[in-house]
């Protein structure tokens, strides 16, 4: 037993321990950074508009690493150091590769003391020196995409990465398309899907690969999981030594099956679905999809499916939770520190990027969400972290402020989370009492499931097509009507109707890249032909297209789905690069 006069310094020893640890943690911001957070929880903005960020990892030390999502001549990583802690990065510095496939990369994560990192075809590593912010090392290349077995050109080629305890580093392999299709019928309204699905053998799937083994390629490893269509969010829970992913569900119900899916059921499903995987787990894919409304995997219509066959559904891997549709769940951290009240113990930490996809509705998602996990069971899922969108009411993608990408956890448990539209990056930090955390804390965060880009839609309330097709019909008499006459009709010779057009019912990037990049030579329309010139009208805002496309393919398309201007972004980045190509040709 310890004497008195020995005990009072102990005392004083641990509760100079505990003010240490407690003077440790940076201030947080005023304002959080713009966060909304529980009660007791703060945030400091650690760095801000470094560019587009895709996902993260701490190192002991605290530096912090960085996948960006475009190539970069100086590298594609960025390595950050808080050398006074005041929790605000003062050392900012870009290494890595360049690599010009990079603009879908995403994994960054370290495994036995080495930062590994991947763009859309490659998994590279570099050992991190002590001491020193970048690695000293030359990047080795552990894994390469090869792409041989796609016939469809290349989608959902994300790299994320995990590892497990064992030596195995974990990668998916997305599937190019929303169904299984051949390369003529892929998106085609109506078309059916493949049975059996010859992607299955080297897409829709997770393999595991030697996590130390350089040079390796797809056929080197072996298929962990299949029947996941595309995975971005993923990791290893060291809890229960098992691998967890969120697949990202399919795209245009109702565009590719109108007689069976609502503008709104296509906004809500399919679920995206949170997913335990172990070694042979099938998920469904192409042939089954989940309805988290319904409670119930069903059979997608491309095999015979209409909302409510259930077929053999089953019979494949259920989900934990399956969420919203479209909410787009971009990475998954299971939190075993010990900084956080004991709630978020060992439970796992979802970043929901946002949806694009949602039209004629709000989009959804944007923000960090929570599923605790006690006891070897997952709860209810709860927000964490809100305030990213910005607005109340995000009407198109690019109305959010930022979007939620990547999770990371630093070595004193505060929780990092990176955005990919300005490259903002906040810790996430408790100074509050854990002994008294619990449903008050809790609650108020509930409150936020009744905001728009988080609540489910009032079919007609919620509906935006009016309220868009207005202001594009006003944009279209400007800028279109001269031409293709107000009633969509054009003038019989020289310029071609649009109204009934394939041109405007038909693949919505086909329209945008019409609009952005013009049109010229003999056409047909209607079963008319016309020979003239469409100049590009690339010199209005994204938005601005949007309204337009929005407003003909309602008023003059038979009711076609609106336009997004997520899309039109994404067509214009096209559009230049085939241009910057055409020119290369030249």
Not at 22 to 39: I, K, S, W
Not at 501 to 529: A, F, H, R, T, Y
Request: one cysteine or more.
């Amino acid at each position: 037993m310890l004497s008195r006069s020995k005990t009072i310094p102990f005392i004083l020893l641990i509760a100079g321990v505990l003010v240490q640890c407690t003077e440790a943690l940076p201030p947080g911001d005023p304002d959080n950074g713009g966060l909304a957070l529980p009660e007791g929880f703060e945030a400091v903005v650690v760095v801000d508009s470094i560019g587009p960020a895709r996902h993260l990892a701490v190192n002991k030390n605290g530096d912090i690493y960085i996948k960006m999502r475009f190539a970069h001549e100086e590298g594609e990583n960025i390595g950050l150091r808080d050398t006074n802690n005041d929790g605000k990065a003062d050392i900012i510095k870009r290494f890595g590769v360049f690599d010009q496939r990079g603009y879908y990369a995403t994994g960054m994560r370290i495994y036995e003391n080495y930062l590994y990192y991947s763009t859309a075809s490659t998994v590279y590593r570099q050992k991190l020196t002590r001491g020193k912010l970048i690695p000293e090392s030359e990047p080795e290349v552990m894994l390469t995409d090869d792409y041989q077995n796609s016939i469809y050109g290349y989608s959902h080629i994300a790299k994320p990465l995990t590892f497990d305890d064992d030596g195995h580093m974990y990668v998916p392999f997305g599937s190019p398309g929303d169904v299984c299709q051949s390369k003529e019928q892929n998106r085609m309204p109506g078309a059916l899907g493949l049975d059996p699905c010859p992607e299955l053998e080297w897409h829709g799937g997770i393999w595991q690969f030697d996590a130390n083994k350089p040079g390796q390629v797809q056929k080197d490893g072996y298929r962990y999981a299949t029947g996941i269509r595309s995975v971005v969010g993923m990791d290893w829970n060291h809890y229960d030594n098992t691998l967890y992913a969120l697949q990202h569900g399919r795209d245009n119900m109702h565009r590719n099956w109108p007689e069976y899916y609502s503008p709104w059921q296509s906004a809500m499903l399919p679920s995206e679905e949170f997913l335990r995987i172990q070694d042979g787990t099938d998920a469904g894919w192409p042939y089954y999809y989940y309805d988290h409304m319904q409670g119930k995997k069903l059979l997608n219509p491309e095999y015979g499916g209409d909302g409510k066959k259930e077929g053999k559904g089953a019979e494949y891997e259920q989900p934990i939770i399956g969420f919203p549709g479209h909410w787009a769940p971009n990475d998954l951290h299971f939190y075993q520190g010990d900084q956080f009240p004991e709630h978020y113990k060992n439970g796992a930490f979802i970043a929901f990027h946002g949806s694009t996809i949602r039209a004629p509705f709000p989009q959804a998602g944007y923000f960090i969400g929570f599923v605790p996990f006690k006891n070897g069971k997952f709860g209810e899922w709860e927000i964490f972290a809100d305030g990213f969108t910005q607005v109340d009411k995000i009407v198109d993608t690019d109305d959010a402020g930022y979007r939620p990408m990547g999770i990371a956890m630093g070595p004193d448990g505060s929780l990092y989370v990176s955005e990919s539209e300005h490259g903002k990056i906040w810790r996430v930090m408790y100074k509050g009492d854990k002994k008294t955390f619990g449903q008050v804390q809790l609650a108020q965060m509930e409150e936020h499931k009744k905001l728009p880009h988080i609540k489910t839609p009032d079919e007609i309330k919620d509906d935006l097509t009016p309220l868009r097709a207005e202001a594009g019909a006003i944009l279209y008499n400007k800028y279109c009507g001269t031409c293709h006459m107000s009633n969509g009709k054009g003038d019989g010779s020289r310029f071609p109707p649009i109204a009934g057009s394939e041109w405007v019912k038909g693949d919505q990037q086909i329209l945008i890249d019409v609009v952005l990049s013009g049109l010229s030579g003999p056409i047909e329309v209607n079963g008319k032909s016309f020979d003239g010139v469409m100049p590009p009208v690339d010199y209005l805002e994204d938005e601005e297209i949007a309204q337009i496309l929005t407003y003909i393919r309602k008023e003059f398309g038979d009711n076609a789905p609106p336009v997004g201007s997520y899309y039109v972004k994404q067509g214009r980045y096209f559009s230049k690069k085939k241009k910057e190509e055409q020119n290369k040709a030249l």
